[in-house]
């Protein structure tokens, strides 16, 4: 789920300078991680100009998601769910 609350933070006079805040939070299964969190909830304070430079807050996070996705971080994260563990 992709909350976006745009220009919280009104600053400079063009709406591109203006700040916006998005809450990225993993509802199925809860709480499972993503690549940019661990706990499955990300609340992030962006320029409203560079969220709007992708289309909007879906396809900005649609591209977070993709990038951090090709980080080894992230792939030993996927590696590991596909891991029997015994404890």
């Given at each position: 789920?992709?909350?976006?609350?745009?220009?919280i933070?009104?600053?400079?006079?063009?709406?591109?300078?203006?700040?916006?805040?998005?809450?990225?939070?993993?509802?199925?299964?809860?709480?499972?991680?993503?690549?940019?969190?661990?706990?499955?909830?990300?609340?992030?304070?962006?320029?409203?100009?560079?969220?709007?430079?992708?289309?909007?807050?879906?396809p900005?996070?649609?591209?977070?998601?993709?990038?951090?996705?090709?980080?080894?971080?992230?792939?030993?994260?996927?590696?590991?769910?596909?891991?029997?563990?015994?404890?």
């Amino acid at each position: 789920e992709v909350r976006f609350c745009q220009d919280i933070y009104k600053v400079g006079r063009t709406p591109e300078n203006h700040i916006s805040h998005i809450e990225i939070e993993c509802l199925k299964p809860t709480k499972s991680p993503l690549p940019m969190t661990e706990t499955g909830y990300r609340s992030h304070h962006a320029p409203t100009g560079n969220i709007l430079e992708y289309g909007g807050a879906v396809p900005f996070v649609k591209s977070w998601l993709e990038h951090e996705a090709q980080s080894e971080k992230w792939k030993q994260v996927q590696e590991k769910t596909k891991q029997l563990t015994l404890f």
